[in-house]
């Protein structure tokens, strides 16, 4: 969604919703006000020649992968690039941090606490690569619920979008087809 589009949701929905919170009278702590959009995505295609390297960098098939998802991209205004620290994640989003000129921040997805992650990234747009177990297990800790299993060894294609409205996650999963050149 575009910028102006998101904010006309925004205000549609809290047009709808302003009334029916007013009347709750609880005492539950109040909720970040805003939106937030995040961009989930596994590394490109790894350079799987050496089975004993578990570190590798992207194939040819994979960087041509890592260009196509910054054109994938290129219409979100990005504030923030997240990636894990390996060579496959940092090769896959440096095509995109590289023309928006916005620096890959590196985080443990082990170790993240969620509730800070989801603050310091309250009213931007977010791009986190990281791997197959890794991506859906983030997603479904933004999401509070388990939704999402971890991918299959071929799916470097699946995009994760959770948009956290007031304090309300939602998500979709997107597969997109790299007719990647060779």
Not at 37 to 65: M, V
Not at 87 to 110: C, E, F, G, K, L
Request: aromatic share 8%.
């Amino acid at each position: 969604m575009t910028r102006l589009k998101t904010v006309i949701v925004f205000v549609i929905f809290c047009s709808i919703f302003s009334c029916k919170d007013d009347k709750k009278g609880t005492a539950e702590a109040p909720q970040e006000m805003g939106i937030s959009t995040f961009y989930f995505i596994r590394h490109a295609e790894k350079d799987r020649s050496d089975p004993e390297n578990s570190d590798p960098e992207l194939s040819q098939d994979g960087l041509g992968r890592a260009m196509h998802w910054d054109v994938i991209l290129k219409d979100v205004a990005l504030d923030a690039i997240y990636s894990t620290d390996y060579r496959r994640t940092s090769m896959t989003a440096a095509p995109t941090s590289v023309n928006r000129n916005i620096d890959i921040q590196y985080h443990d997805p082990r170790i993240i606490d969620i509730q800070e992650f989801k603050r310091e990234n309250l009213n931007k747009n977010v791009l986190v690569v990281g791997h197959s177990n890794t991506t859906p297990e983030f997603v479904n800790q933004m999401l509070g619920e388990e939704k999402y299993y971890p991918m299959d060894d071929d799916d470097n294609g699946s995009l994760f979008i959770v948009q956290i409205v007031n304090g309300e996650a939602t998500s979709q999963r997107i597969h997109i087809n790299c007719n990647c050149p060779d």
